[in-house]
């Protein structure tokens, strides 16, 4: 199991170091300018330690924010509080922010006024079934928001064939609702549709697309695994406020919602003229925005020209890149971009990489096709009904890494 | 509220200061001073001398300061362990505490003070907390227990905590559960025999019961512990596999990791015919891909994970190739490794699309990453069938004449030629033009090795090696051994040319080199040349065999082994624990299953691996005991002790002609060099060698005939698995016990398993009851390569040294070979002890009768024996037990028999056997009883076969 935990920063002087077992051997990451290291002597389970750490740093981000130095600084006391809690004698215990904050608070004096049952309550919560959520929790209005966060990947040979796409998606979910929710979310997975049958084949020939295959998902731990596995019905009590419902991928019919078409003719030695099309390929009804498109240019560029029909276009020496943003382009639309880039003549021997030009944007539709259905909630105890409770959906669809 | 000024202070006299900003009355100021010991100790500083004033904080309400001088508490216990012991009493009285936070927390800390003496005063709260009502610190005392046994294992033992511990496992909350397998599953690591787990179906379905409640941590452990589950049989393998198959949708990676290793172990023991298996399959492979978008670290660890899985289950996978093309933004541990895996997954169906990646990826800039490009294309040419297209590409990548691309080119060509000989010569053309851009020993090798092996077909080999020769002495060691060979080659091809130089090279080689490798190898091919020619073409020109893709996988026995370690370390190293784990602990070797059908299922017994055990087959020896001290300390070579039989002499004469061979070979070194032809350095030595080591060869050949069972000695039971090959890194050793004409041997059957070749053989034996010893070394001249099997007749003495064993006929047995030693431990049946001259005069025999007590008597059922009184006889007579005297009593026929030990014991026995009932029975009569029972065991076995 983990030895021990250490936080250094970017000089590698340690900043915080517990140490379970007297023990040696590494794994790290590194966030910003500091790094967390675990160490151990054993043949433990790397793939446990590494999600640990990424753990560690999503609930002391969730405690104070920036993993920076400073902030590791100003709350080593609340950090050495934390480690012992979550994790004992190398084991990760429950890492959980919400069933944390309810007894490890920056005061650190609240045992005094805790009642029997609160405590009992918190242990409880710490060690039981539903580790993520406290009981008791009331809003005056029973609110959520579901949002589609999609990014479309593609990989393209330089003959521009497009060797695979795949889209990885995330429903994160910010519930405000009172009690223990039961909830249970529906979605056009191909696999439910069919077996729901045959009856709704109206509604299949309505519009193209009805249900999208899904490759695979993960769930966050609030959902019943064993029940989505025999039932593919996805069923949980959900955490109080924002958390990562699932992730998904898929790879089968994805909308592309741009098409670049680059164009790079080499004028000599010393000067190179791109051309970039870009087409935007969804209803135009539609607007997508934020959109930016990165041309890399070559190291020994000395001057660059730019011509562009939309947007803003700027060469930016420090990142080696034509930058062009457009804010706004509805559907099934084309823009376009030329420059002329001057290089200096050069004997460096190493080649330049020719990095791929790449490409952000957000869209309000899901690439992959994904539709939320329906997202019932069920508290038997507390007289709120599914009717009463305000959800909002959103789809947005980006560019991958 | 910042905190960061604590690390601030570092003027002088601070120790002071903070001694009496401790001792203050203030509790804020109590608390901000513990703070500041704290930061200092955290950057490093000594503040162990504030050890009496912080500990004189610890009683306090305030939670928070008693969290920071517990931590304080962790840190300098172990360095004043006499006033740690002052802390104690608050600790217990923590224990007691209403509050089920501050009891977890006294407990969790005096668990974490890894000091003797406070361990005894620990046991009592701990025994409390165990029991506690509240979940939280059930949950806590459960690892509390893993710490203790850290410090002081005997005590945890004789406290009875283990028990408890196990009680735990059924525990109603599911996170006591989790955290009370991960600490028994600690312990455990420890007591590799102790079976403290004691994993049965029901404990296994309440685990699986709490995998679906508890935190995923808690299912990490969990599944770990469940991986390591033997199922009674494929029923149970596949319904565990059902209950594991929905963690594959978790987020955490390491739940998911861990679920993969249970599926893959159980799958081993699910035929391949269900339609479950097949199931199985396709739903590990979304899972395997998913966690390829977590982040760069777990993708590492999942990438490495995956290449074991290919290689052990390549259908997993064959149809994702896609998603293991890198992205331009990949860090370059995970582009290495997912290159690897696409060679993996190469095949005939995918090879073009694989081809086109690997081109690409040979032009990016990173030289690492375009190199293993490079290779890759190389080696996907030796795994895939027709490699035109791979040798196409890697032309067109020599046309690049990118120095490092066209020196990797070389390198993987030449390993092509020697898959596919005489295939592609039309491309040492463009080869040889990039003659002069190798400056690389590895490609400037291979370029000599191109060069020599089709010297014939290039027009200027000569001049081509001739200018390789030039810098002779700057080359490094393997270019002139390839040199060396690369004209020696064109010597035997082109002879009327090429006399000067191959000349030349002998003499750099042998003169004025000081590289023993090199004048070693001069010496033998001049020695060839100028002996036989014909003989040395023979040699230097002799058919090579051809290399295949196995050279990069992982050795079959390693790569179970890893299975068995899916998401640890182990698999990320590729590397056993064993190898990188220091001392004892966590180096319990495992092992898949072996595939196994349900009772009614008719599979066929040849599909149990081999080298499973089953059965009461011989266990390997446990490392523990002091009789492997004995092993362990005993010189490997040839035994001194014995009487060495003619074998062993004949290899000994061999040895010292060899010995004399070699001290000519330097006597006549200086006329050798001297010579201006090639005249005959050792002349009389080496056909006296050739014939002395065809002597012991032939001795040896006639040896293994004679131990091959023939008819006249005593029954030869078939040989059995002793030495299965997981257990010896590759090398699997069945064997049987003979005796023949007085002498006894093991007749053994050495397979070579793994993917390297065996050498330098030796075997050894532990004392044992009769004195067995070898009575010549393990002879095994060639190396064993690959998949070979050897037969071997050892002989054996019985006048090695004396111990007696439990059970009697135990025999343990090391064997050395290059790899490692192995040790494993045999039963040999008692006939084979049975003297020739064990047959006892009549009267003797009555005498013998009367004169031993009657408590020594054993009488024996030899049951489902069809043979009549006279074929018994005759039967046991080739096995040496001698019948005296017979009558027949009321229509039984009574024999009476004896038969000698090889160490003098004289057994008795009368054997009643009724005509036409198939059950004899046997009585024996022997000084030594202890013996009875094994000579029952050999009649039985002699009778019956």
Not at chain 2, 326 to 344: A, G, Q, W
Not at chain 2, 676 to 685: I, L, Q, R, S, V
């Amino acid at each position: 199991m983990i030895g021990g935990l250490f936080i250094y920063n970017h000089k590698g002087e340690v900043l915080i170091s517990r140490v379970y077992r007297d023990d040696i051997g590494f794994f790290h990451v590194k966030r910003s300018n500091i790094w967390l290291a675990a160490v151990t002597k054993q043949n433990v389970n790397a793939a446990m330690v590494f999600e640990f750490l990424y753990k560690m740093c999503d609930v002391m981000a969730a405690y104070f924010g920036k993993i920076s130095e400073e902030n590791i600084k100003n709350n080593f006391v609340l950090i050495y509080e934390l480690l012992d809690e979550i994790l004992d004698f190398g084991y990760p215990q429950n890492s959980e922010t919400g069933a944390l904050k309810t007894f490890i608070t920056q005061q650190g004096i609240k045992s005094q006024h805790q009642t029997k049952e609160e405590q009992s309550q918190i242990t409880s919560q710490v060690t039981g079934q539903i580790g993520w959520r406290r009981e008791g929790i009331k809003y005056r209005r029973n609110e959520l928001f579901l949002d589609v966060l999609e990014s479309v990947n593609l990989l393209m040979s330089p003959q521009g064939q497009v060797l695979s796409a795949h889209v990885s998606g995330r429903v994160v979910m910010k519930s405000y609702l009172s009690g223990m929710p039961e909830c249970k979310f529906g979605m056009n997975d191909k696999i439910v549709i069919e077996k729901q049958g045959k009856g709704t084949a109206d509604e299949t020939s309505k519009s193209g697309k009805q249900s999208i295959a899904i490759d695979d998902c993960t769930f966050h731990q609030c959902v019943r695994l064993s029940k989505f596995d025999s039932e593919r019905s996805i069923s949980f009590i959900p955490p109080d406020g924002e958390f990562e419902l699932m992730r998904y991928r898929t790879t089968k019919d994805i909308i592309l919602p741009f098409r670049v078409i680059p164009l790079v003719r080499e004028v000599g030695r010393t000067k190179l003229e791109v051309k970039v099309v870009i087409k935007s390929n969804f209803k135009p009804s539609l607007l997508a925005q934020k959109i930016e498109v990165r041309i890399p240019t070559p190291l020994n560029t000395s001057g660059v020209q730019v011509i562009c029909m939309k947007g803003k276009a700027k060469y930016k020496a420090s990142e080696n890149a034509i930058v062009w943003e457009i804010k706004r382009m509805a559907g099934m639309k084309e823009s376009q971009i030329s420059a002329e880039i001057e290089l200096l003549p050069t004997n460096d021997k190493k080649k330049w990489a020719r990095p791929p030009i790449s490409m952000n944007f957000e869209v309000p539709f899901a690439p992959s096709g994904l539709k939320v259905r329906y997202l019932k909630v069920f508290e038997p105890k507390l007289n709120y009904s599914d009717h009463d409770v305000i959800r909002w959906v959103r789809y947005i669809g980006r560019s991958g890494i | 509220m910042t905190d960061s000024k604590y690390f601030t202070t570092t003027k002088k006299g601070e120790i002071f200061e903070l001694k009496a900003e401790l001792n203050s009355d203030k509790k804020e100021k109590k608390k901000e001073a513990v703070k500041k010991v704290i930061a200092s100790m955290t950057v490093g500083k000594d503040v162990s001398a504030l050890f009496p004033d912080v500990v004189n904080c610890m009683q306090t309400d305030n939670l928070e300061l008693k969290k920071l001088v517990y931590l304080y508490l962790m840190n300098y216990a172990k360095s004043q362990p006499d006033m740690a012991i002052m802390a104690v009493n608050t600790f217990v009285k923590d224990c007691e505490d209403p509050n089920p936070l501050i009891r977890a927390l006294a407990v969790r800390t005096m668990g974490c003070i890894r000091v003797d003496k406070i361990t005894e005063y620990l046991c009592e709260p701990l025994r409390k907390c165990l029991k506690d009502e509240d979940p939280y610190v059930r949950k806590t005392a459960a690892v509390c227990v893993a710490k203790l046994h850290d410090i002081n294992a005997q005590l945890v033992e004789d406290q009875g905590f283990l028990d408890t511990l196990k009680d735990l496992i059924s525990d109603s909350n599911p996170m006591v559960v989790a955290n009370a397998v991960a600490a028994l599953s600690e312990i455990a690591e420890s007591h590799p025999s102790s079976n403290l787990l004691d994993l049965n179906p029901q404990s296994i379905n309440k685990l699986l019961t709490a995998l679906n409640e508890c935190t995923e941590w808690g299912q990490i452990f969990i599944l770990d512990c469940l991986a390591d589950y033997a199922p009674k049989d494929d029923r149970e393998a596949q319904s565990i596999c059902e209950r594991v198959t929905p963690r594959l949708s978790h987020a955490n990676s390491a739940v998911v990791l861990s679920a993969v290793k249970v599926l893959m172990k159980f799958m081993e023991m699910l035929s391949k015919d269900l339609d479950y298996y097949s199931t199985l399959l396709k739903k590990l492979a979304p899972p395997l891909v998913t966690l390829l978008s977590a982040e760069p670290e777990l993708q590492y660890v999942a990438l490495r994970n995956i290449n074991l899985i290919v290689q052990k289950r390549p259908e997993i996978l064959k149809h994702e190739m896609k998603v293991f093309f890198v992205k331009y933004n990949d860090p370059i541990y995970v582009k290495l490794e997912k290159l690897d895996i696409m060679i993996r997954l190469a095949s005939q169906a995918n090879i073009a699309q694989v081809l086109a990646e690997l081109k690409e990826y040979a032009t990016e800039v990173d030289v690492d990453f375009v190199r293993k490009a490079v290779r890759a294309i190389g080696r996907c040419a030796i795994k895939v069938e027709s490699a035109e297209r791979c040798v196409s590409t890697l032309l067109d990548l020599i046309q690049t004449k990118v120095s490092y691309v066209v020196q990797e080119a070389v390198v993987v060509i030449k390993d092509i030629f020697r898959k596919y000989p005489n295939k592609y010569e039309s491309v040492i053309a463009t080869l040889c033009e990039n003659l002069d851009s190798l400056d690389e020993p590895e490609a400037r090798a291979a370029m000599t090795w191109i060069v020599g092996e089709y010297a014939e077909r290039i027009d200027n080999a000569d001049e081509l090696l001739e200018g390789f020769l030039e810098g002779f002495h700057d080359e490094s060691t393997q270019v002139q051994l390839q040199l060396l060979t690369a004209i020696v080659k064109l010597f035997l091809k082109k002879p009327t040319e090429t006399q000067g130089l191959v000349q030349q090279v002998l003499s750099l080689a042998t003169q004025d080199s000081d590289n023993p490798d090199l004048r070693d190898r001069g010496y033998i091919y001049w020695r060839l040349l100028s002996t036989d020619p014909v003989a040395a073409k023979e040699v230097v020109l002799a058919e090579k065999p051809l290399i295949s893709e196995e050279t990069d996988l992982i050795e079959p026995t390693l790569l179970d082994e890893l299975i068995c370690y899916i998401g640890t370390l182990a698999s990320v190293y590729h590397k056993p624990p064993s190898a990188f784990v220091e001392g004892g602990r966590g180096v319990v070797l495992k092992s898949l299953p072996p595939r196994t059908a349900s009772s009614e299922s008719t599979e066929s017994p040849e599909t149990t691996p081999a080298g499973v055990p089953t059965g009461e087959q011989p266990d390997a020896i446990p490392a523990q005991g002091d009789l492997l001290g004995d092993l362990l300390n005993l010189d490997l070579g040839p035994p001194a002790s014995g009487p060495p039989l003619p074998a062993s002499s004949v290899q000994m004469a061999a040895v010292d002609l060899l010995g004399g061979g070699l001290d000519s070979l330097m006597g006549d070194e200086p006329e050798g060099i001297g010579g201006p032809n090639f005249a005959a350095p050792p002349a009389a030595a080496a056909p006296a060698n050739v014939g002395a080591a065809m002597g012991s060869g032939l001795s040896d050949l006639f040896d293994l005939t004679s131990g091959v069972g023939t008819l006249s000695g005593s029954y030869v039971a078939p040989k059995a698995v002793w030495l299965p090959a997981m257990k010896a890194k590759g090398l699997e050793i069945s064997g049987t016990f003979t005796r023949q004409v007085g002498s006894i041997s093991m007749d053994l059957q050495l397979t070579n398993k793994a993917l390297q070749v065996m050498t330098d053989f030796a075997i050894q034996f532990n004392r044992n009851s009769f004195g067995l010893a070898p009575a010549a070394p393990l002879q095994i001249h060639a190396p064993l390569s690959p998949n070979q099997t050897v037969e071997i007749s050892l002989p054996l003495s019985t006048v090695g040294s004396v111990m007696k064993m439990e059970p009697l006929n135990n025999l343990q047995v090391a064997v050395k070979n290059n790899i490692d030693v192995f040790y494993f431990s045999t039963l040999y049946p008692l006939h084979i002890l049975f003297v020739e001259d064990g047959k006892m005069d009549r009267q003797m025999f009555l005498a013998t009768w009367k004169d031993i007590p009657s408590e020594n008597e054993a009488q024996f059922q030899i049951r489902d024996c069809p043979l009549s009184a006279d074929a018994a006889s005759g039967r046991l007579q080739s096995s040496n037990i001698f019948t005296v005297a017979r009558r027949n009593v009321e229509g039984q026929d009574m024999l009476y028999q004896s038969l000698k030990l090889t160490n003098g014991i004289w057994v008795l026995a009368e054997l009643r056997v009724q005509p036409g009932n198939p059950s004899f029975t046997l009585s024996l009569k022997c000084r030594a009883p202890e013996v009875s029972r094994h000579v029952y065991q050999a009649y039985e076995t002699i009778l019956k076969n």
